[in-house]
Each structure stands twice: as C-alpha cells, then as structure tokens.
C-alpha cells in the first residue's frame, strides 16, 4: 500500500558521558522533536513549516540537517520524487540536546515509513549523520542514540561500530539548559588538538570504568568516571555559565556526579531515584534563577526506544 504521509518522533540525546568524547551517548525520555514527511512531484525537497525554533534555523533545503539526510536517502533509493518536510522542534538550539541529530533522525525515519520501510532502523545511521555531519562533522554519539535509544558506544561511525550498552535501571538524570546557545562547532573549535599520553592512559582508564560500572550497575563508580574527564570539561567549562556552583548545588541536594551533555551548556547530573532527580533539578535551576538567567530544568531518564514511527496516512 502507497502512503502519501508519515510522521516520525526522534529522542533528546546526550552525547559523551563526561569522558567517552564522541564515542558515548544516550537517549532522554520525554523530549524530542517531530518530523511530517510527504512526496510531491517535483524533484525538490521543500521546507514547508518549521515549529518551535523561533525562526533560527535555515529554511533552504542544502542548509538544514533534516533535508540534508532525507537526501541522502533519496537519492540512495534513486526516487525521483521530491520530498515535503515540515519540522517540530521540541529541543531548543545548540544546547547540548542533540536537537540536530533529533531532526535529521525524525526526518529520515519518516521518510523511511514513507517509503515503505525500506531499510531497517540501524541501516538508517548513514543518512542521519549526512544531516549532523552539515553542523558538527561526522560524529555519531548523538545520532546512534536517537535512532537505536539506550545508551551506546559509538567506536565508530558505521554500523557494525555501534554497541548497546546496559542501563542501570536506578539510571537519572537531573537536566538544567541555561539559555546561553552554545553551538557545537565553536564548542568543537575550543578543544585542544593533542593529548599527552599521561592524559590519553588517564581518559582511557576512566571510560573503561565507566563501561564495567555500566555492567554493574555500580552508580558511584559510574559517577567517578563521568567527571574523570581531564580534557574536555576543563577546556569548555568556560562555556557554561555557573558550572562550579551549579555542581555543587546538585551535589548538595543528592547528585552523584554532573557533568556537561554534549557541547553544553546543558549540564547533566547523574541521580539514583525520581526524587533525588526531581530535587536536583530544582535545585539547578535555582543556581541560575538566582543569577537572574533564564534556564529550564526537567528530570528524566534513558529512553530506550529511540526514534519512532508515530503515523502514515
Ligand atoms: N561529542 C560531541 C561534542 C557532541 O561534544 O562536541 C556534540 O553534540
């Protein structure tokens, strides 16, 4: 049966664990953004409607991550036919949430119920990184967990290079994302170049413990490894507005560790029960009331299911 519609939702992700640059990541629960995909007869792909995101992003198709990866499926199936996309974004811009990945993914995953299901869920990841790749490069640590949900080593960008990892179900996490966009290739920009080999043992070491620590089940260990980071916080701290203070409020009100999702400046704090989440949240949020800055803070956890078909008409 021909659909002429389909409509697809893509998870919240958090990519990097504090350590695992560009090789962890994970779905969030709750948040996410949508896509409404439709053919048309001309060869185009045509932005029709972009909700939620104040206007900011680009409407021209070769400038948008969404219509980006539903070209590159096009054109890999050799359809002919143009494509309508009308995005609603849940996930405010270059926050640390992977609200590029979550728009490229929901695109390509509509486009694919559209299309009749031609590739399964997994075979999707090449066409979803040619949207991310338009802002960041092709890094899938935020991709792979959107598409496939859970939390995922990433060793690679191709398929085979993707591992499901476990998720402790007393796994929660406390968000705060101040409103301070941090876009993610100046975030990338501010990096060192090289590592020393004390720091590359020291990384190494701590992304290991993070994994075991994720096979057991073991939150305190886990919480050691997230803020064992000795490369990437401390040269990105200074795009985050209240980090120290908002770390040690978290802290207070029960946290196990906090550290930065993705390219910040959403930070994360890792949280044993609902409660303790839902206490830290507040708590962080406080940090930037106080500072008369705007910011928004929820409490969740790993979304295991990853993107979703919502509808095809
Ligand atoms: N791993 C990437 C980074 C994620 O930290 O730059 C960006 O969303």
């Known amino acids: 049966m021909a659909f002429s519609r389909a409509e697809a939702f893509a998870p919240a992700t958090v990519a990097n664990l504090g350590v695992g640059f560009d090789i962890l990541g994970l779905a969030l629960q709750g948040i996410g953004d949508r896509a409404i995909v439709e053919f048309h007869d001309s060869p185009e792909i045509v932005i029709t409607d972009i909700q939620g995101d104040g206007g900011q992003l680009p409407r021209e198709p070769e400038r948008n991550v969404a219509s980006v990866a539903a070209r590159a499926y096009l054109d890999h199936i050799g359809e002919k036919r143009g494509l309508k996309i009308k995005l609603v974004k849940g996930l405010p811009l270059s926050s640390g949430l ?14 694919n119920a559209l299309a009749g299901d031609v590739f399964k869920r997994e075979e999707l990841l090449p066409f979803c990184l040619e949207g991310e790749a338009l802002v960041s490069g092709y890094h899938a640590d935020n991709v792979a967990p959107c598409l496939l949900g859970g939390i995922v ?6 398929v085979d290079a993707i591992r ?30 090289d590592v020393s080999l004390k720091q590359m043992i020291h990384q190494t070491g701590k ?15 886990l919480g050691a490894a997230m803020e064992g980071d000795k490369v990437v916080e401390p040269a990105r701290a200074c795009l985050v507005p209240y980090l120290r203070e908002v770390r040690t409020a978290a802290k207070r009100a029960g946290a196990i560790a906090v550290y930065i999702g993705g390219a910040g400046p959403t930070l994360c704090a890792l949280c044993d029960s609902t409660r303790t989440a839902e206490t830290v949240a ?3 949020n406080r940090v930037y009331r106080q500072a008369e800055m705007n910011s928004s803070a929820r409490h969740t956890k790993v979304d295991m299911a990853g993107a979703t078909a919502l509808q095809v008409e």
């Open 282 to 284: 507040a708590e962080m």
């Open 98 to 111: 992977g609200s590029s990945a979550a728009s490229a993914v929901a695109a390509v995953m509509a486009l």
């Open 153 to 158: 080593l990433v060793a690679g960008i191709t």
């Open 207 to 221: 992304v290991a413990q993070l994994v075991d620590a994720l096979h057991r089940g073991d939150l305190e260990a």
């Open 164 to 193: 499901a990892l476990p998720a402790p179900e007393r796994f929660h996490l406390a968000l705060v994302t101040p409103d301070y966009p941090v876009p993610t290739n100046e975030a990338r920009a501010i990096l060192p170049v």
